[in-house]
């Protein structure tokens, strides 16, 4: 448990101590399959704070419920946490393309998958996201992108002709720890600028949460 709040320390603290647990304690708990992944990732990785973590984990589920999404696509997958998230909430026809590069989460994420009964609805992508993108179809009812962000930019726009009209595209990561008010590195000033770019694209409607490191949900006009 100690290395699960030193994940979610990380960054800027916004809220007082105690108010994240307090929020764990009132959403809906996602399932024991989720509790071992995300220990296995923590003690087998040493990038557990690439998981979305509890909470997150629920909200997507609750977007994808909300927002009747039958195909997903994920950009970002690392060990399967939310595309296990994902996959609950599709329905028994509903399927989750999800893209990931690193054997290792890639293994550890197959071995999970397998030991949920919603399996079949989630295909593995290995390789380059950007490569996969470009071979794949619409549509796409939600789109997740949760990976490098040097390649968030062709993420977005390759997301948004795939994402069907009046679905959703969740980019997470979009604050980079408060960075971006002063964004003097590489990856902070990458996610200011599609921040700025993302505000005025006439063709979304977008909010940016506070909420853990930042995340933008746009939806297409």
């Not at 600028?193 to 746009?218: K, S, Y």
Request: proline content about 5%; hydrophobic content about 40%.
């Amino acid at each position: 448990m100690e290395q699960r709040k030193d994940r979610r320390a990380v960054g800027v603290k916004v809220l007082p101590e105690g108010v994240e647990d307090y929020c764990e304690r009132h959403t809906t708990a996602l399932t024991e399959l989720h509790e071992r992944l995300l220990k296995e990732t923590e003690e087998k990785t040493t990038t557990a704070n690439f998981l979305v973590g509890e909470i997150e984990g629920a909200f997507l589920k609750m977007l994808a419920r909300m927002t009747q999404a039958k195909r997903i696509l994920e950009v970002g997958m690392f060990t399967g946490y939310s595309a296990l998230s994902f996959a609950e909430a599709l329905p028994p026809d509903g399927s989750i393309i999800t893209c990931e590069l690193n054997p290792h989460a890639i293994e550890i994420a197959r071995r999970f998958f397998a030991q949920s009964p919603h399996r079949d609805k989630i295909q593995i992508r290995e390789g380059s996201a950007a490569d996969t993108l470009k071979t794949l179809q619409g549509p796409f009812d939600l789109c997740f992108i949760d990976a490098d962000k040097p390649s968030y930019d062709y993420y977005y726009d390759r997301c948004l002709e795939l994402v069907r009209r009046g679905g959703l595209i969740v980019l997470d990561n979009m604050l980079r720890y408060g960075r971006v008010l002063n964004p003097t590195e590489e990856d902070a000033r990458i996610v200011n600028l599609l921040n700025d770019r993302i505000q005025n694209d006439p063709r979304v409607e977008n909010v940016l949460l506070p909420f853990r490191d930042g995340i933008m949900l746009a939806y297409k006009l």
